[in-house]
């Protein structure tokens, strides 16, 4: 319909620095330098373990994923690789999250956990936990899950 509404006209200055300048380092760059071992990733969850270890493949991590913690104690002793943090569900069938870390840390010393659970209940038990040790809620960003992998890494 004509003569209805109204026009606007925006007029925009022209940039002076790059976009990319402006909005900082991205997360897969800042994630790249902390790379240098391998990542457990222990979710009994398929679908939940293939995002997780797509997520953080892209970010150039090399991840070694396991549906368990028998599989995880498996994978790591078969691999021998020194893995320096391990993400996992806590409540599993099997062998959980805590007992698979504490298993671990018996042979490797200052690994690092991130552990993950959907129960609101066990967020509770990791308010005093170690820095070599963190906490994620399910469910959670793609951004907070890097941002806790960088900084666990990253801690001294």
Not at 36 to 41: D, F, S, T, V
Not at 53 to 71: K, S
Not at 101 to 112: A, P, Q
């Amino acid at each position: 319909c004509e003569g209805r509404g109204t026009t606007f006209l925006i007029t925009l200055p022209s940039a002076t620095e790059s976009t990319a300048a402006l909005q900082g380092p991205s997360p897969k760059t800042e994630a790249r330098g902390a790379c240098q071992h391998p990542i457990l990733l222990v979710e009994d969850e398929p679908q939940v373990r293939e995002v997780l270890a797509t997520v953080l493949a892209r970010q150039g991590y090399h991840v070694i994923e396991a549906a368990d913690g028998r599989e995880a104690l498996t994978k790591t002793s078969d691999l021998g690789l020194p893995i320096e943090l391990v993400i996992t569900d806590l409540v599993m069938p099997g062998i959980g999250g805590r007992q698979l870390v504490e298993t671990l840390r018996r042979s490797r010393n200052g690994l690092r956990a991130l552990y993950i659970s959907g129960y609101e209940e066990q967020a509770s038990r990791f308010s005093n936990e170690t820095a070599v040790s963190s906490f994620l809620r399910k469910p959670f960003s793609v951004l907070d899950l890097l941002a806790e992998v960088r900084n666990l890494l990253t801690r001294e």
